[in-house]
Structures are given as structure tokens and as C-alpha cells.
């Protein structure tokens, strides 16, 4: 069940960042910001198998968060030369503002991923 047996890659990451279930595209991946379904309301594909699939999605926010930050950070720097301390709590604020927002994005991201990999995958379904 790797990429050539399944729907096209882009529209399967489409859906998982617009937090809808990377099978179907009806069912969805969270309900509110912090509570992950496990299993979609709509198809019945399970989202996660094991405890620690979610490090994937940690993965992704904290590497977006520390580019975005970092970039900010050094751009702004050159720009406008804003006083060291209150530059250091803007961007460490935005860094837990993004990663907190961010954090139900990332994880269905992941869960796209691991969709297109044979991961994600209806309980009764066969594996390789």
C-alpha cells in the first residue's frame, strides 16, 4: 500500500492539512484543537496504530516553528535593529503561539504521511 496504490499524494496531504481524513476527505482527523479522532467517523480508516506514531507530527511543528522563528528572528535583526530583549520575547512568544496553533495541522500532516506510506488503514484491511 505505498504511493502508486493509492490516490494522488498531493490531494491526500490537501486533506490531512485541511484536518479531514487522508482516505475519504469527509471525516475529520481532530476535534477541536487538541482531541485527535482515532478512527474517522466516516470510512472507519484508523489514524493511528501504535503509541508514539504522533513524534512525526511533533517533528514537523517544532521544525516549522524553530525555521519560521529563526528566519523572523534574523530578518527583522537586519531590517530594524529592535532592542535585543523585547526582540527575544516577541519570538519566543510567537514560537509558543505557533506551536500550540499549529500542533493539530502538523499531526494530520503526519497522519497524511503515514497514510501514503501503508500506515493508515481500516482495521479490517490486509497488510503486505
Known sequence: MFFSDRQDKWLVMRRAFNLRCPNCGIGKTFEGLFKVNHVCSHCGVRFEREDGESVGGMYINL??????????????????????LPHLIVWIIYNIVFITIFYSRSRSLWMGISYLTGGVRRDDEETD
Open 63 to 84: 521544525s516549522l516553528a524553530e525555521v519560521t522563528t529563526m528566519g523572523g528572528f534574523f530578518l527583522i535583526q537586519a531590517l530594524f535593529q529592535p532592542p535585543w
